[in-house]
């Protein structure tokens, strides 16, 4: 990968230092488990005060890459709040119908407290979470709403969802956790806490992208450097990420991403209070109270396959899906060849531009009055048509990531612009 774009004079010794720093940086992510949270690699701008800020030493962007990849904070506790504001219409409810759905709610078959559906809420509005960490197998995260509380503990082998509004419980085992995520394709862990997303932000820099010592901050009451993050190429939708990293610890403690389109941050977490002293040990004790009911994972995944009349496994979608389009449902098999579906999606353009290209083999979304009533309006809310060499089709946007779906089935995803879709669209014909 190519070197950062910096203000400091880098060698090429230093530029290997560098590289290899950022691929330890991802092996010190604070291991907060987090299920479902769809933000993915975004950062957060801090609103920090211009007054006041640490006189600490000079530091160069090399030097704090560096200190981030070295941080090994494996005790901590406090209280983080996360704001996500990706510009989307009010559904007026309609997102909490879907959920519920999709939860298999109405008829009993799901748990309020799975994580996996729970914890969608942080991707969207103002959220606080306390969170504690006591080395990879204690930690506990809880989602603190109105009057209830959502709390996810691991434990050594075990895993406990409590939902105190429901008084509904989910149990599963961290091994059978990871198979799972394995098995379904899914991330482990969804980013969540400034460390999580920095780790997502440091991937995606390359000679597109410019990172500089922007300062210094106060953050939770710790002495803090700015690490600022930009992008060199227009046709992004991402301005600039800001991460405040602990002086002392290496730790971020504050992570934001501000659009380019301007206005306020996309994305903004950071802890209001932290200790790096060791939690007491009850912290990450649980009982289910009495007369709460309780879910185990394998139940879930259980019921996943035989809810309601007429259900299907995924074993029998497949099929029916295969036998519809005549096609597999992953795509052709490559046999390790590059540039075939199973090596994941063609991409086109590079850096920040990067625009991932999927073929549905079916026809484009239908349009709002097609579909009617509030998911209907929802649909025209978001979507523009837009026609070019490629043909016509409707772009979803957001203030971070938009996607292209044509009328003849293929999706353009990144974080770019309209017009960058379209272009990347007419590049295929």
């Known amino acids: 990968m190519a070197p950062y774009a910096s203000d400091d004079s880098t060698t090429a010794g230093e530029v290997d230092d560098l590289r290899a720093g950022r691929r330890k940086a991802a092996r010190y992510i604070v291991p907060v488990t987090v299920v479902g949270v769809a933000a993915a690699t975004i950062g957060l701008v801090p609103a920090l005060a211009s007054s006041g800020d640490p006189d600490l030493p000079k530091i160069t962007a090399q030097q704090l890459i560096e200190k981030i990849a070295k941080s090994d904070v494996q005790q901590l506790s ?9 510009g989307l219409p009010d559904l007026g409810g309609l997102e909490s119908s879907l959920a519920s759905g999709a939860m298999g709610s109405d008829s009993g078959d799901g748990s309020s407290a799975d994580p996996s559906a729970k914890l969608t809420a942080l991707a969207s509005g103002t959220h606080t979470l306390r969170v504690a960490l006591d080395g990879p197998d204690r930690q506990k995260l809880s989602l603190l ?12 082998k075990d895993v406990w969802g409590y939902d105190s509004k429901s008084n509904e419980v989910f149990h599963g085992s961290a091994e059978e956790s990871k198979a799972h995520d394995k098995r379904s394709g899914r991330s482990e862990e969804a980013p969540a806490t400034p460390k999580d997303l920095t780790e997502e ?3 995606a820099v390359d000679d597109t992208t410019s990172v500089t010592v922007d300062g210094t ?7 803090a450097y700015r690490l600022l993050i930009k992008p060199k190429q227009s046709g992004t939708t991402v301005g600039a990420i800001t991460v405040a990293v602990d002086a002392k610890t290496g730790m971020p403690l504050k992570f934001t991403l501000t659009p380019s389109s301007g206005g306020s941050a996309v994305i903004d977490a950071g802890f209001t209070q932290v200790s790096f002293a060791k939690p007491a040990s009850s912290t990450f004790d649980f009982t289910p109270p009495k007369g709460a009911k309780v879910t185990e994972e394998g139940e879930l995944e259980g019921a996943a396959g035989e809810h309601g009349k007429g259900s299907k496994s995924e074993d029998e979608f497949r099929k029916e899906f295969e036998k519809e389009f005549g096609k597999e449902l992953d795509g052709p098999k ?15 353009g590079e850096g920040w531009n990067s625009v991932a290209v999927f073929d549905t083999g079916g026809e484009g979304v239908p349009s709002g009055a097609e579909v009617g009533g509030d998911m209907g309006g929802f649909l ?34 990144g974080a770019v612009d309209k017009n960058a879709l379209v272009k990347a669209a007419d590049s295929t014909k």
């Open 78 to 86: 406090g209280t983080v709040k996360i704001s996500t504001d990706l």
């Open 380 to 413: 025209d809310s978001l979507g523009d048509k837009v026609t070019g060499k490629f043909g016509s089709g409707t772009v979803f946007k957001t203030r971070l990531i938009n996607a292209l779906i044509t009328d003849d089935g293929k999706v353009y995803v």
């Open 145 to 156: 709403e109105n009057a209830s509380e959502y709390s996810l503990i691991h434990n050594g």
């Open 217 to 223: 901050a106060h953050v939770a009451g710790r002495d």
């Open 334 to 348: 490559s046999e390790g060849k590059p540039g075939k579906a199973s090596d994941g999606p063609e991409v086109i």
């Open 201 to 203: 932000a440091l991937k």
